[in-house]
Protein backbone atom coordinates (compact mmCIF):
# COMPACT_ATOMS: atom_id res chain seq x y z
CA UNK A 1 0.00 0.00 0.00
CA UNK A 2 0.75 3.88 -0.24
CA UNK A 3 3.40 4.98 2.22
CA UNK A 4 1.92 7.81 4.58
CA UNK A 5 5.17 8.69 6.25
CA UNK A 6 8.38 7.33 6.69
CA UNK A 7 9.17 8.69 9.79
CA UNK A 8 6.03 8.80 11.74
CA UNK A 9 6.15 8.54 15.49
CA UNK A 10 5.41 5.04 16.11
CA UNK A 11 3.28 3.42 19.45
CA UNK A 12 3.43 -0.24 19.83
CA UNK A 13 0.92 -1.80 22.28
CA UNK A 14 -0.38 -5.18 23.25
CA UNK A 15 -3.19 -6.55 21.98
CA UNK A 16 -6.03 -5.79 24.66
CA UNK A 17 -3.89 -2.70 26.01
CA UNK A 18 -5.35 0.49 25.94
CA UNK A 19 -3.72 2.91 23.82
CA UNK A 20 -2.95 6.80 24.35
CA UNK A 21 -2.52 8.92 20.91
CA UNK A 22 -1.53 12.44 21.91
CA UNK A 23 -1.94 15.56 19.33
CA UNK A 24 -0.30 19.16 19.79
CA UNK A 25 -2.99 21.70 17.99
CA UNK A 26 -2.13 25.35 16.76
CA UNK A 27 -5.12 27.64 16.20
CA UNK A 28 -7.03 28.58 19.16
CA UNK A 29 -9.84 29.62 16.74
CA UNK A 30 -10.42 26.39 16.35
CA UNK A 31 -13.95 24.84 16.89
CA UNK A 32 -13.80 21.20 15.77
CA UNK A 33 -10.69 18.36 16.54
CA UNK A 34 -11.48 15.34 14.60
CA UNK A 35 -9.84 12.24 14.97
CA UNK A 36 -8.80 9.77 11.41
CA UNK A 37 -7.40 6.60 11.28
CA UNK A 38 -5.83 6.08 7.63
CA UNK A 39 -5.29 1.83 7.02
CA UNK A 40 -3.01 1.33 4.28
CA UNK A 41 -4.39 1.87 0.61
CA UNK A 42 -7.08 3.81 1.68
CA UNK A 43 -8.06 7.44 2.95
CA UNK A 44 -8.78 8.67 6.02
CA UNK A 45 -11.71 7.45 8.17
CA UNK A 46 -13.28 9.46 10.63
CA UNK A 47 -13.39 7.84 13.72
CA UNK A 48 -14.54 10.98 15.88
CA UNK A 49 -14.54 14.57 16.78
CA UNK A 50 -14.89 17.18 19.75
CA UNK A 51 -16.67 20.62 19.70
CA UNK A 52 -14.26 23.02 22.08
CA UNK A 53 -16.75 23.75 24.24
CA UNK A 54 -16.46 20.17 25.69
CA UNK A 55 -13.00 18.79 26.86
CA UNK A 56 -13.97 15.01 26.83
CA UNK A 57 -16.22 12.94 24.49
CA UNK A 58 -16.60 8.95 24.41
CA UNK A 59 -17.44 6.85 21.30
CA UNK A 60 -17.53 2.79 20.55
CA UNK A 61 -14.29 1.98 22.66
CA UNK A 62 -12.28 5.14 21.68
CA UNK A 63 -12.22 8.31 23.66
CA UNK A 64 -11.16 11.82 22.99
CA UNK A 65 -9.86 14.42 25.09
CA UNK A 66 -9.52 18.43 24.78
CA UNK A 67 -7.18 21.02 26.58
CA UNK A 68 -7.52 23.97 25.36
CA UNK A 69 -5.13 25.37 27.94
CA UNK A 70 -2.17 23.19 26.26
CA UNK A 71 -3.85 22.93 23.20
CA UNK A 72 -3.72 19.31 23.48
CA UNK A 73 -5.73 16.81 21.93
CA UNK A 74 -5.74 13.18 22.44
CA UNK A 75 -7.35 9.56 21.44
CA UNK A 76 -7.97 6.72 23.52
CA UNK A 77 -8.43 3.51 22.33
CA UNK A 78 -9.69 0.95 24.70
CA UNK A 79 -8.89 -2.93 24.68
CA UNK A 80 -7.01 -2.42 21.28
CA UNK A 81 -7.02 -4.52 18.88
CA UNK A 82 -5.26 -5.99 15.30
CA UNK A 83 -7.36 -4.20 13.23
CA UNK A 84 -6.97 -1.02 15.67
CA UNK A 85 -2.83 -0.84 13.39
CA UNK A 86 -3.11 2.42 11.30
CA UNK A 87 -1.98 5.38 11.31
CA UNK A 88 -3.80 8.17 13.18
CA UNK A 89 -4.34 11.82 12.49
CA UNK A 90 -6.07 14.71 14.24
CA UNK A 91 -7.39 17.49 12.30
CA UNK A 92 -8.55 20.59 13.48
CA UNK A 93 -11.39 23.03 12.02
CA UNK A 94 -11.84 26.91 12.13
CA UNK A 95 -15.23 27.73 10.46
CA UNK A 96 -13.07 28.85 7.87
CA UNK A 97 -15.14 25.95 5.36
CA UNK A 98 -14.49 22.51 5.02
CA UNK A 99 -10.93 23.10 4.82
CA UNK A 100 -8.84 21.04 8.20
CA UNK A 101 -5.62 21.39 9.41
CA UNK A 102 -3.70 18.13 9.62
CA UNK A 103 -1.27 16.84 12.36
CA UNK A 104 1.70 15.12 11.31
CA UNK A 105 0.06 11.44 12.28
CA UNK A 106 1.01 8.56 14.50
CA UNK A 107 1.51 4.99 13.56
CA UNK A 108 -0.06 3.15 15.69
CA UNK A 109 0.89 -1.18 15.62
CA UNK A 110 -0.38 -3.75 17.60
CA UNK A 111 1.50 -6.56 18.66
CA UNK A 112 -0.72 -10.07 19.23
CA UNK B 1 -24.69 3.99 -0.19
CA UNK B 2 -21.38 4.73 -1.97
CA UNK B 3 -18.78 6.34 -1.02
CA UNK B 4 -16.19 9.11 -2.39
CA UNK B 5 -14.81 7.50 -5.58
CA UNK B 6 -11.61 8.82 -7.22
CA UNK B 7 -10.08 8.03 -10.35
CA UNK B 8 -7.91 7.01 -11.01
CA UNK B 9 -6.40 5.02 -8.40
CA UNK B 10 -2.49 5.48 -9.76
CA UNK B 11 -0.86 7.40 -12.48
CA UNK B 12 2.34 7.60 -13.51
CA UNK B 13 3.44 10.81 -15.57
CA UNK B 14 7.02 12.36 -16.29
CA UNK B 15 7.83 16.06 -15.93
CA UNK B 16 6.59 18.88 -17.67
CA UNK B 17 3.08 16.68 -18.15
CA UNK B 18 -0.50 17.30 -16.60
CA UNK B 19 -2.88 15.77 -15.06
CA UNK B 20 -6.36 15.95 -14.37
CA UNK B 21 -7.86 13.68 -10.98
CA UNK B 22 -11.73 13.04 -10.83
CA UNK B 23 -13.39 12.60 -7.49
CA UNK B 24 -17.27 12.06 -7.60
CA UNK B 25 -18.51 12.79 -4.03
CA UNK B 26 -20.84 11.14 -2.16
CA UNK B 27 -24.90 11.19 -4.03
CA UNK B 28 -26.34 14.64 -1.76
CA UNK B 29 -22.94 16.26 -0.82
CA UNK B 30 -22.28 19.31 -2.46
CA UNK B 31 -18.94 19.76 -1.23
CA UNK B 32 -15.22 18.80 -2.26
CA UNK B 33 -12.36 19.00 -1.03
CA UNK B 34 -8.42 18.24 -2.25
CA UNK B 35 -5.66 17.35 -0.12
CA UNK B 36 -2.09 16.31 -1.22
CA UNK B 37 -0.61 13.66 1.26
CA UNK B 38 2.96 13.45 1.43
CA UNK B 39 5.26 11.38 3.69
CA UNK B 40 7.58 14.70 4.12
CA UNK B 41 4.46 17.44 4.56
CA UNK B 42 1.96 15.12 5.90
CA UNK B 43 -1.79 16.51 4.71
CA UNK B 44 -2.34 19.70 2.99
CA UNK B 45 -5.47 21.39 1.99
CA UNK B 46 -5.14 21.91 -1.58
CA UNK B 47 -8.70 23.63 -2.52
CA UNK B 48 -12.41 23.29 -1.35
CA UNK B 49 -15.24 23.87 -4.16
CA UNK B 50 -19.01 24.40 -3.33
CA UNK B 51 -21.65 24.54 -5.68
CA UNK B 52 -18.99 25.15 -8.61
CA UNK B 53 -17.48 27.37 -6.71
CA UNK B 54 -14.19 27.66 -5.11
CA UNK B 55 -14.70 29.10 -1.71
CA UNK B 56 -11.72 28.45 -0.24
CA UNK B 57 -8.09 27.66 -1.59
CA UNK B 58 -4.47 26.29 0.49
CA UNK B 59 -0.94 27.49 -0.21
CA UNK B 60 -0.07 26.08 -3.48
CA UNK B 61 1.09 27.44 -6.62
CA UNK B 62 -1.09 28.27 -9.33
CA UNK B 63 -0.32 24.94 -11.19
CA UNK B 64 -2.64 23.39 -8.96
CA UNK B 65 -6.45 24.08 -9.88
CA UNK B 66 -9.61 22.43 -9.83
CA UNK B 67 -13.43 23.03 -10.70
CA UNK B 68 -16.25 21.58 -10.11
CA UNK B 69 -19.49 20.48 -12.14
CA UNK B 70 -23.33 20.90 -11.55
CA UNK B 71 -23.63 17.62 -10.25
CA UNK B 72 -20.69 18.24 -7.44
CA UNK B 73 -17.96 16.14 -9.19
CA UNK B 74 -14.75 17.54 -8.87
CA UNK B 75 -11.67 17.35 -10.93
CA UNK B 76 -8.49 18.84 -10.35
CA UNK B 77 -5.36 19.61 -12.72
CA UNK B 78 -2.57 20.05 -12.00
CA UNK B 79 -0.18 21.49 -14.98
CA UNK B 80 3.79 21.27 -15.75
CA UNK B 81 4.52 18.48 -13.09
CA UNK B 82 7.55 18.68 -10.96
CA UNK B 83 9.00 15.32 -9.34
CA UNK B 84 7.56 17.02 -5.83
CA UNK B 85 4.48 16.52 -6.94
CA UNK B 86 4.67 12.97 -6.24
CA UNK B 87 1.94 12.27 -3.77
CA UNK B 88 -1.49 10.82 -3.01
CA UNK B 89 -3.96 13.33 -3.55
CA UNK B 90 -7.11 12.85 -1.69
CA UNK B 91 -10.94 14.27 -2.40
CA UNK B 92 -13.49 14.62 0.31
CA UNK B 93 -16.60 15.28 0.46
CA UNK B 94 -19.17 16.66 3.31
CA UNK B 95 -22.90 17.49 3.01
CA UNK B 96 -22.95 21.34 2.88
CA UNK B 97 -20.84 24.44 2.99
CA UNK B 98 -20.99 27.60 4.91
CA UNK B 99 -18.81 28.21 7.73
CA UNK B 100 -19.60 25.74 10.09
CA UNK B 101 -18.18 22.46 10.51
CA UNK B 102 -19.35 19.29 8.46
CA UNK B 103 -17.93 15.91 8.87
CA UNK B 104 -15.68 15.36 5.39
CA UNK B 105 -15.43 11.77 4.09
CA UNK B 106 -12.69 10.96 2.48
CA UNK B 107 -12.18 8.51 -1.05
CA UNK B 108 -9.19 6.20 -1.31
CA UNK B 109 -7.36 8.82 -3.39
CA UNK B 110 -4.94 9.06 -6.82
CA UNK B 111 -1.72 7.37 -5.90
CA UNK B 112 0.50 10.12 -8.63
CA UNK B 113 4.14 9.77 -9.16
CA UNK B 114 6.05 12.10 -11.51
CA UNK B 115 9.47 10.61 -13.16
Known amino acids: GESVGLHLPTLSVQEGDNSIINCAYSNSASDYFIWYKQESGKGPQFIID?????DKRQGQRVTVLLNKTVKHLSLQIAATQPGDSAVYFC???????????FGGGTRLMVKP | KAGVTQTPRYLIKTRGQQVTLSCSPI?????VSWYQQTPGQGLQFLFEYFSETQRNKGNFPGRFSGRQFSNSRSEMNVSTLELGDSALYLC??????????????FGPGTRLTVL
Open chain 2, 27 to 31: SGHRS
Open chain 1, 50 to 54: IRSNM
Open chain 1, 91 to 101: AEDDNAGNMLT
Open chain 2, 92 to 105: ASSLAGGSSYNEQF
